[in-house]
Nanobody
């Protein structure tokens, strides 16, 4: 069974950067779309960005446009999330997820999930 494995989280000061990585299985129809979500304590899980593995077409939540960038390396089945200009409100556990299609950033559309990697941004 396919698994998603996130890495790259850490603690940074406001304005700093991190790059998160998610290693997936080789392309299948069930993982045509890859996404990043985040969840902070006391808050609901929020979709951050997604990307079609075939075309590379990305979609972003308004809260991260211009600061975060999703990308992929098809050669090793890795999806990245570059986090720049980090703010304290970006502090959360970040999860990688996969779905058949990039219908949107709602969590219910995604059937496969990683275990999460923690991002902490201090003021």
């Amino acid at each position: 069974q396919v698994q998603l494995m996130e890495s790259g989280g850490g603690s940074v000061q406001a304005g700093g950067s991190l790059r998160l990585s998610c290693v997936a299985s080789p392309f299948t129809y069930s993982t045509r779309c890859m996404a990043w979500f985040r969840q902070a304590p006391g808050k609901e899980r929020e979709g951050v960005a997604n990307i079609y593995r075939g075309s590379g077409t990305p979609t972003y939540a308004d809260s991260v446009k211009g600061r975060f960038a999703i990308s992929q390396d098809k050669s090793d089945n890795t999806v990245y999330l570059q986090l720049d200009s980090l703010k304290p409100e970006d502090t959360a556990t970040y999860y990688c997820a996969a779905a058949r299609f990039c219908y949107g950033l709602g969590a219910s559309a995604y059937s496969l999930w990683g275990q999460g990697t923690q991002v902490t941004v201090s003021s």
